[in-house]
């Protein structure tokens, strides 16, 4: 069974850091790679970045690299998103996804267990 638990959102300034937690239960041993996806009201999913577990590879979205950085903490099975310089852009819903797949993704499609959204709100 898989279950995640996203954390950590808020509100901030723009220029202003957060940390993202995602809590990872995987009593099968089954997934292969973590990721964080946001969303805007009446917008797609959009994938910013992703890890393949146990921290083997990160891959980000080229609207973040350089700003976001994925790690794991294996031993808490804690996954975490640091967002650094933020901007008003980055403004949206975020949740962490899991998957099975060993595949290079961030479409959301590809992505089966979700956890619940945390609130980024940056402001200008």
């Known amino acids: 069974q898989v279950q995640l638990a996203g954390s950590g959102g808020g509100s901030v300034q723009a220029g202003g850091s957060l940390r993202l937690s995602c809590v990872v239960s995987d009593t099968a041993g089954v997934l292969r790679q973590v990721a964080w996806f946001r969303q805007d009201p009446g917008k797609e999913r959009e994938g910013v970045a992703a890890?393949?577990?146990?921290?083997?590879?990160?891959y980000y979205d080229r609207s973040v690299k350089g700003r976001f950085t994925v790690s794991q903490d294996g031993p808490a099975n804690v996954v975490y998103l640091q967002m650094n310089n933020l901007k008003p852009d980055d403004t949206a819903m975020y949740y962490c996804?899991?998957?099975?797949?060993?595949?290079?993704?961030?479409?959301?499609?590809?992505?089966?267990?979700w956890g619940q959204g945390t609130q980024v709100t940056v402001s200008s």
């Open positions: 890890i393949v577990t146990p921290d083997i590879f990160k």
């Open positions: 996804a899991a998957g099975v797949s060993s595949s290079y993704s961030l479409r959301a499609s590809a992505w089966p267990y």
